[in-house]
T-cell receptor
Framework: DQQVKQNSPSLSVQEGRISILNCDYT??????FLWYKKYPAEGPTFLIS?????DKNEDGRFTVFLNKSAKHLSLHIVPSQPGDSAVYFC??????????FGTGTSLTVIP | DTGVSQNPRHKITKRGQNVTFRCDPI?????LYWYRQTLGQGPEFLTY????????KSRLLSDRFSAERPKGSFSTLEIQRTEQGDSAMYLC?????????????FGQGTRLTVV
């Protein structure tokens, strides 16, 4: 039962342009959402998060948008840089209990 | 404190052997999680602790798997009678809820290969 879904396995973007990664969830009890970045053979690195009481959170080049009615969140990276090339996972939790992860989107930023 | 630490980073074992992994969380974090990740998948929840209490276990955690967190500090994950299907990256994470924010920070993982 996949409660968090990332339907795009991969995304390619030109350097300097915007990268938009999408994530959908099914459980309306989720109250906290996170994005992680992962390089091969390493653990996921926390990137940015958003509480369900907000609809936007920004941190430098990274912005996360939450649309609760659509049960959808997205991560915007602008401008995209080659070093952003990695696999991005979205995750969700309810009351800080277990985190549910999507299957990831592999982002390639082309110089 | 430099973050979540996992040991060993890599483990190769023969089928049927027992293995044990260790995780040292960020010191002030009261929650500790174990996840497993295979190629092309996101991390899959195994179990989590709040302090020394094991609060939840996934159905993925068969009776060959056991986790402990004595004294609410480091944690160990043991797999008995390993099978080839146990080959995966085992990830540990820790978290502390502050001001409504609960972000889990992961270690580098232990890559298990069962031959």
């Amino acid at each position: 039962d996949q409660q968090v879904k990332q339907n795009s396995p991969s995304l390619s973007v030109q350097e300097g342009r915007i990268s938009i990664l999408n994530c959908d969830y099914t459980n309306s009890m989720f109250d906290y959402f996170l994005w992680y970045k992962k390089y091969p053979a390493e653990g996921p690195t926390f990137l940015i998060s958003i509480s369900s009481i907000k609809d936007k959170n920004e941190d430098g080049r990274f912005t996360v948008f939450l649309n609760k009615s659509a049960k959808h969140l997205s991560l915007h990276i602008v401008p995209s840089q080659p070093g952003d090339s990695a696999v991005y996972f979205c995750a969700a939790s309810a009351l800080g209990n277990q985190f549910y992860f999507g299957t990831g989107t592999s982002l390639t930023v082309i110089p | 404190d430099t973050g979540v630490s996992q040991n060993p980073r890599h483990k190769i074992t023969k089928r049927g052997q027992n293995v044990t992994f260790r995780c040292d969380p960020i010191s002030e974090h009261n929650r500790l999680y174990w996840y497993r990740q295979t190629l092309g998948q996101g991390p899959e929840f195994l179990t989590y602790f709040q302090n020394e209490a094991q609060l939840e276990k996934s159905r993925l955690l068969s009776d060959r798997f056991s986790a402990e967190r004595p004294k609410g500090s480091f944690s160990t994950l043991e797999i008995q009678r390993t099978e080839q299907g146990d080959s995966a990256m085992y990830l540990c994470a820790s978290s502390q809820t502050r001001q409504g924010r609960t972000e889990a920070f992961f270690g580098q993982g232990t890559r298990l290969t069962v031959v």
